[in-house]
């Protein structure tokens, strides 16, 4: 079966520090990768998505990248994070574009 | 613009106090629509998919429909356990695009 793995869980960082989140999945290949983040009390908005090696589309302009440098492999990246950075962050994947996508648990990135 | 929206924000019913939760969409090349479950400090957790107008899925006292322009969640004599924030999903050609979802409290 599939599983998706999101690490840290919890991530407290200063304000102008670089930023590294990385989503792995098992069990399958050529998987669709998403960067969701996620506001208090808010929807999922969507960051980044990838439909294959090297191949990024960006949703929103800011100060975070996405790098995907294996099939199963997703980064989220800043190299100086700012306080409106702060958020949940959610790794998604899925078999085709605009299909089912299976979340992992998330990290919940503090900026102070 | 595709969008999803639904209502309520929130929801608060006592234990076996069924109700609906509403999801509509504008969104052009539907590929689906989805229903999550979310708990607090989790990643959303896949419920069902819906593919065309009229179909309908059931699991345990969740009953998810679909229309045109909505899609329905139906919670039958729901339980305490059932509190959750439930978000819908629409797919396009490339992407889900989430509502803000409904927060659903059932009291005992």
């Known amino acids: 079966s599939q599983t998706i793995h999101q690490w840290p869980a919890t991530l407290v960082q200063p304000v ?3 930023l590294s989140l990385e989503c ?3 069990g399958t290949s050529n998987p669709n990768l998403y960067w969701y983040r996620q506001a208090a009390g808010r929807g999922l908005q969507l960051l980044f998505y990838s439909v294959g090696i090297g191949q990024i589309s960006s949703e929103v302009p800011q100060n975070l990248s996405a790098s995907r440098p294996q099939d199963r492999q997703f980064i989220l990246s800043s ?3 700012l306080l409106s950075d702060s958020g949940f962050y959610l790794c ?3 078999v085709d574009p605009g299909t089912e996508a299976f ?3 998330g990290t919940r990135l503090t900026v102070v | 613009e595709d969008q999803v929206t639904q209502s309520p924000e929130a929801l608060r019913l006592q234990e076996g106090e069924s109700s609906s939760l509403n999801c509509s969409y504008t969104v052009s090349g539907l590929r689906g629509l989805f ?5 607090p400090g989790k990643g959303p957790e896949f419920l069902f998919t819906l593919y065309s107008a009229g179909e309908e899925k059931e699991k345990e006292r969740l009953k998810a429909t679909l229309t045109k322009k909505e899609s329905f969640l139906h919670i039958t004599a729901p339980k305490p356990e059932d509190s959750a924030t439930y978000l819908c999903a629409s797919g396009n050609t490339g992407k ?4 803000q979802g409904t927060t659903l ?3 005992p």
């Open chain 1, 24 to 26: 792995t999945v098992e």
């Open chain 1, 103 to 105: 979340f992992g648990q």
């Open chain 2, 105 to 107: 409290q059932v009291k």
């Open chain 1, 92 to 94: 998604a994947w899925s």
């Open chain 1, 79 to 81: 190299k100086k994070l």
């Open chain 2, 96 to 99: 889900l695009i989430f509502g």
């Open chain 1, 16 to 18: 102008g520090s670089p």
């Open chain 2, 35 to 39: 229903w999550y479950r979310q708990d």
